[in-house]
């Protein structure tokens, strides 16, 4: 790999067409090849990466709007998609980082990048799989262990629910629940979805959402005795429907809202007075705000891993030209697991 440091090779990259108003399509990305000098700039702190695994996320949706009101950078017409990776570093002109590390952080949808001030991680933890720094061990594994933990102060024997339960991070939050001591419902979109966290993940129940003609009903069925703790991460209607099923003194973590992305117009939601009613307390959140806890979060983590008391399931795609039909196949529910786009294998 190393030999190639120095020549020019040719460096395909995911290119968002134009902003994007209602559901994305794949026609609004395009793959890109050009060039790129595998050689750091003499004088630069740089480093040459060569990109292996890249997340696909929820939140890369909502970078493809034109900026308005969102915390979120929009992505620039004409340029190659950005969100988290793993990469391999080619060369380096940086004290912290050397040839042969692997690394995480933030990513560039293509072959190769020059990061001018790199932000990466350092991985040392190599005897797990390294495509899980896009998920369990990256921002997903934070954002669902600083959610429950942080957020929802969770206790042995409290009621769980989860919703979009399968995915990168409720897949890891039910578990965390289940560790806890706590009884489990996630809903998913798909009977495989389902079956997956009853037989894999451990839950205690889940059932598939686009099945449910009344959510409410379908959450006292589950939860006769109300939620202490849902973790959010669909909005809209199911939210509405949570409310009225919480416990006084409930917690919820706003992680995300995937049912809104594609709206042009947000839902409205009914139920909010049950927030005063119950006492309820929801709190939004971002996992780059608990990165501090990273070290923390990996000693918790990786035992189980080690052990088999967590598992995690990928949804592997291959390629950038597969770029595209991976990141919005998270919309449609494709994905079974995390999905990751595979650039490289190492």
């Known amino acids: 790999m190393a030999a190639s440091v120095g020549k020019e090779v040719s460096n395909k990259q995911l290119i968002l067409k134009d902003y994007v108003t209602g559901a994305p399509k794949e026609s609004d990305m395009y793959v890109k090849t050009s060039t790129i000098k ?6 630069s702190k740089a480093v040459l990466l060569k ?5 696909c996320d929820p939140v890369m ?18 340029l190659a998609l950005s969100g988290h990776g793993v990469a391999k570093v080619l060369d380096s002109k940086h004290p912290e980082y050397k040839e042969g590390d692997f690394v995480w952080g933030p990513a560039v949808w293509e072959e190769y990048s020059l990061v001018e001030e790199p932000n990466l991680t350092k991985i040392h933890h190599t005897d797990v799989p390294l495509s899980y720094y896009t998920g369990i061990l990256g921002y997903p594994g934070i954002t669902a262990y600083a959610g429950f933990y942080e957020i929802c102060s969770p206790k042995k024997g409290e009621y769980v629910f989860v919703s979009s339960a399968s995915g990168a991070v409720g897949q890891l939050v039910g578990q965390f629940a289940k560790l806890t001591g706590c009884y489990v419902v996630g809903s998913a979109g798909s009977q495989q979805k389902v079956d997956l966290l009853k037989n894999k993940f451990g839950f205690d129940e889940a059932f598939n959402y686009k099945e449910e003609h009344d959510l409410n009903a379908a959450l006292k069925r589950y939860f006769p005795n109300g939620i202490d703790i849902y973790f959010e991460n669909v909005g809209g209607k199911m939210l509405d429907a949570v409310l009225l099923n919480m416990r006084d003194h ?20 009914k139920n909010l007075m049950f ?15 608990y990165y501090h806890l ?3 979060f990996l000693d918790h983590i990786l035992p189980y891993i080690r052990e088999s008391k967590i ?7 291959e390629g950038l030209e597969n770029g595209a039909a991976a990141l919005l196949g998270l919309f449609s529910g494709r994905n079974v697991g995390k999905q990751v786009l595979v650039v490289a294998h190492e």
């Open 38 to 43: 595998l050689e750091i700039p003499n004088g």
């Open 51 to 55: 990109n292996l695994y890249l997340s």
């Open 61 to 78: 949706r909502i970078r493809m709007n034109r900026a308005e009101d969102s915390i979120f950078t929009s992505y620039t017409p004409g």
């Open 250 to 269: 409930g917690r919820i973590a706003g992680c995300g809202m995937t049912s809104t992305y594609n709206l042009d117009e947000p839902e409205g939601i």
């Open 275 to 289: 927030i005063i009613y119950k006492r309820i307390r929801m709190e939004g959140f971002s996992a780059i705000e």
């Open 294 to 296: 990273y070290p923390k």
């Open 311 to 317: 598992v995690y399931v990928e949804d592997l795609a």
